[in-house]
């Protein structure tokens, strides 16, 4: 059963920091790998999405890698502003051909500090 | 038209009424989802339909009855609900299958009240 865990639960940073967010999964069989951003209340809002064949991908401030035989990803956020605050929430896809599950991670709380 | 649209935004039910949560999108994806989401935890998968036919129920109750009644509609009915079952209900949807860009795209919630 594939298991996420994302550390740290929780990160305060002051504004300008760069910062790092981490994920791990148990079974490297998976299809992508999918980073979410949820304010308090509302939906999830995709960031990043990687697959199983790539190595990092890139928007904007935002920066997330993927090595998936050791079962990590991490997303670099650069330059943190106190609009970032949110929890960011790894998943990964397995490869099935059907719809599938997602495994959700438990979440990054983040709080930048103006 | 890159969104999953649910509607109502908040809703609040007395444990006897019977009520529906809507989901739609029109990116022509045909795997849709409901998850459940409690305070401070990740979603949790309550129902998959591919191709407009449920495809995985992970046993919830029956008082939750998912529809599909065409590939851009989910709905969501509601009858007995239990205080419990107070949380936050997100629909998505990806691709079928594995393609390129099989990401999951989430709707914004509906914020379910049960008193």
């Known amino acids: 059963k594939q298991e996420v865990t994302q550390i740290p639960a929780a990160l305060s940073v002051p504004e300008g920091e760069n910062l790092v967010l981490n994920c791990s999964f148990t079974?490297?069989?998976?299809?992508?790998l999918q980073w979410f951003r949820q304010d308090p209340g509302k939906g999830l809002t995709s960031l990043l999405l990687i697959q199983s064949s790539q190595r990092e991908q890139t928007s904007g401030r935002l920066n997330a890698s993927l090595d998936k035989s050791s079962g990590r990803s991490t997303l670099y956020i650069a330059a943190s502003q106190p609009g970032d605050s949110a929890t960011y929430l790894c998943a990964v896809r397995p490869r099935e051909t059907s719809g599938s599950r997602l495994t959700f991670g438990e979440g990054t709380q983040l709080t930048v500090n103006p | 038209d890159t969104e999953v649209t649910q509607t109502p935004k908040h809703l609040v039910m007395g444990m006897t009424n019977k009520k529906s949560l809507k989901c739609e999108q029109h990116m022509g994806h045909r795997a849709m989802y409901w998850y459940k989401q409690k305070a401070k935890k990740p979603p949790e998968l309550m129902f998959v339909?591919?191709?407009?036919?449920?495809?995985i129920n992970e046993s919830v109750p029956s008082r939750f009855s998912p529809e599909c009644p065409n590939s851009s509609l989910l709905n969501l009915h509601l009858h007995a609900l239990q205080p419990e079952d107070s949380a936050l209900y997100l629909c998505?949807?990806?691709?079928?299958?594995?393609?390129?860009?099989?990401?999951?795209?989430f709707g914004s919630g509906t914020r379910l009240t049960v008193v």
């Open positions: 998505a949807s990806s691709r079928q299958g594995l393609v390129v860009g099989g990401g999951y795209t």
């Open positions: 079974d490297s069989a998976i299809y992508n």
């Open positions: 339909y591919s191709y407009e036919k449920l495809s």
